[in-house]
């Protein structure tokens, strides 16, 4: 227990002090093997390349690039004009087509931030050119976005399942419906919360005109069919599934909508390696940080701690949910489940609950983080697209927070939203 003192007493010390996320993990680990005695720190590095040497996660950096490579060949462009045909003329049009835009582009991206910057870039300007509220509009938006790491292909759901030993593609699936419920939700909201300020629709599009608005959107939109499709089917794994996705974004992007120019791929394999390589940096601190963790038996004490106070499970859910919501506010998601998910996966699996349908509530709660202050990522970022102050946006979430924590506790309680499609 001395050992577990110094290794949560660093780790504060090294979060106060501004350090990353990963060298907070990795140090703080090494500050509590120190205190050990007779321990070989060759543990150390063996630890943090077997974090890594997962097959699975060689997915990350593939999911990541093809992502990067959506993101910046015309596909946001054509998926928002689909949506504006398909429901731009109802009240509050382009509230809708945001929510709706956001989940399309999440289906094919996987990333929140990058969701709220592409759909946040291209319909502010057009809502605040028809009289929206640029508070409104970017807290829609932000609010949206967050369905980036629900819907599949989902890069937090994929370190969720590697690391608690569930599948990924059926967290894939399951990550379906309560995405679209998340969605559906934003929309509704959005739409009473428009007439309520006069938002009327735009003009009425032709079955023509639809028409086309789908024929160009129809590429991007396979994409997530074609991924879930061929991992559901048994046709390639989920690892195998990142590689197809990049291929496909590649020959979308460059060949067929030609928005895409090979000078811009040396930007794009720089961003993506960056960002994959500090999430795999922080995947083997943090299991460097489990050894110690499971050596004291933190693990085992936090299930008993849990059993203390409740046998029940309903409410040992509740208290997971206020914890996610608290964490999801001041740590990205990926981090968050990193660290939690070894600790609290034991705890579910003794009250009986399904680690898929577990790792769904999850990454729902850590969805709302991202949008969530003080530190919600994808608020900074809809702050600097629109142009705006941090707190006008967070007072015009307020609404959508209480639709989005109803849901969170239909997607917690009902077990079936989460893995119906698994049959």
């Given at each position: 227990m001395?050992?577990?003192i110094?290794l949560?007493?660093?780790?504060?010390?090294f979060?106060t002090?501004?350090?990353?996320i990963a060298f907070s993990l990795?140090m703080?680990?090494a500050?509590?093997?120190l205190?050990?005695?007779?321990?070989?720190?060759?543990?150390?590095?063996?630890s943090?390349f077997?974090?890594m040497?997962s097959?699975?996660?060689?997915s990350l950096?593939f999911?990541i690039?093809a992502?990067?490579?959506?993101?910046s060949?015309?596909?946001s462009?054509?998926l928002?004009?689909?949506?504006?045909?398909m429901?731009?003329?109802?009240?509050?049009?382009l509230a809708?087509?945001s929510?709706?835009?956001c989940?399309?582009?999440?289906?094919v991206c996987g990333?929140a931030a990058?969701?709220c910057?592409a759909?946040?870039?291209?319909?502010i300007?057009g809502?605040?050119?028809?009289?929206?509220d640029?508070?409104f509009?970017g807290?829609?938006?932000?609010?949206?976005?967050?369905?980036?790491?629900?819907?599949?292909?989902?890069?937090p759901?994929?370190?969720y399942?590697?690391t608690?030993?569930?599948?990924v593609?059926?967290?894939?699936?399951?990550?379906?419906?309560?995405?679209?419920i998340?969605?559906?939700?934003l929309?509704a909201?959005?739409?009473?919360r428009?007439?309520?300020?006069?938002y009327?629709?735009?003009?009425?599009?032709?079955?023509?005109?639809?028409?086309?608005?789908?024929r160009?959107?129809?590429l991007?939109?396979?994409?997530?069919?074609i991924?879930?499709?061929?991992i559901?089917?048994?046709?390639?794994t989920?690892?195998e599934?990142?590689?197809?996705?990049v291929?496909?974004?590649?020959?979308?992007?460059?060949?067929v909508f030609?928005?895409l120019?090979?000078?811009?791929?040396?930007?794009i394999?720089r961003?993506s390696?960056?960002?994959?390589?500090?999430?795999?940096?922080?995947i083997?601190?943090?299991?460097?940080f489990?050894?110690?963790l499971?050596?004291?038996r933190?693990?085992?004490?936090?299930t008993?701690?849990?059993?203390?106070?409740?046998?029940?499970?309903?409410l040992?859910?509740?208290?997971?949910?206020?914890?996610?919501?608290l964490?999801g506010?001041?740590?990205?998601?990926?981090?968050?489940?990193?660290i939690m998910a070894?600790l609290?996966?034991?705890?579910a699996?003794y009250f009986?609950?399904d680690l898929i349908?577990f790792?769904?509530?999850?990454?729902?709660?850590?969805?709302?983080?991202?949008?969530s202050?003080?530190?919600?990522l994808?608020?900074?970022v809809?702050?600097e697209?629109a142009k705006?102050?941090?707190?006008?946006?967070?007072r015009?979430?307020a609404?959508?927070?209480?639709v989005?924590?109803?849901?969170?506790?239909?997607i917690t309680?009902i077990?079936k939203?989460?893995?119906l499609?698994l049959?």
């Open positions: 001395n050992t577990a110094v949560f007493a660093a780790l504060f010390l979060f002090l501004g350090v990353p990795g703080a680990s500050v509590a093997l205190t050990m005695g007779n321990t070989n720190l060759v543990i150390l590095a063996q943090f077997q974090g040497n097959f699975p996660y060689l950096p999911f690039l992502g990067n490579l959506m993101a060949g015309g596909i462009k054509r928002i004009n689909f949506a504006s045909a429901f731009g003329n109802v009240t509050g049009g809708i087509v929510v709706i835009s989940m399309f582009f999440a289906a990333s990058a969701t910057a759909v946040g870039a291209i319909m300007p809502m605040l050119e028809k009289g929206y640029k508070d509009s807290a829609t938006i932000c609010c949206a976005s967050a369905s980036g790491i629900i819907i599949p292909p989902s890069v759901m994929i370190i399942c590697v608690v030993g569930a599948s593609g059926d967290a894939f699936i399951a990550g379906v419906i309560p995405g679209v998340f969605c559906a939700a929309a909201a959005a739409y009473i428009s007439k309520k300020r006069g009327v629709g735009g003009r009425k599009y032709s079955a023509g005109e639809k028409l086309n608005a789908f160009e959107a129809i991007p939109l396979l994409m997530p069919v991924i879930l499709g061929g559901y089917g048994g046709v390639f989920a690892t599934a990142a590689v197809v996705a291929v496909y974004g590649l020959v979308v992007s460059v060949f030609r928005e120019k090979f000078s811009d791929m040396k930007r394999f961003e390696a960056v960002m994959a390589g500090g999430l795999l940096l922080l083997g601190a943090a299991n460097l489990g050894m110690v499971t050596r004291e933190i693990p085992a004490l936090i008993e701690l849990f059993l203390q106070i409740s046998t029940n499970k309903y040992f859910l509740l208290i997971v949910n206020i914890l996610f919501l964490i506010m001041v740590m990205e998601s990926s981090p968050a489940i990193i070894p609290l996966a034991p705890v699996t009986g609950i349908h790792g769904v509530i999850m990454i729902v709660n850590l969805a709302i983080g991202m949008a202050p003080p530190f919600g994808s608020l900074f809809i702050v697209i705006t102050r941090f707190i006008n946006v967070v015009n979430m609404p959508y927070f209480a989005l924590i109803g849901v969170l506790l239909l309680y077990d939203f989460s893995l499609l049959g």
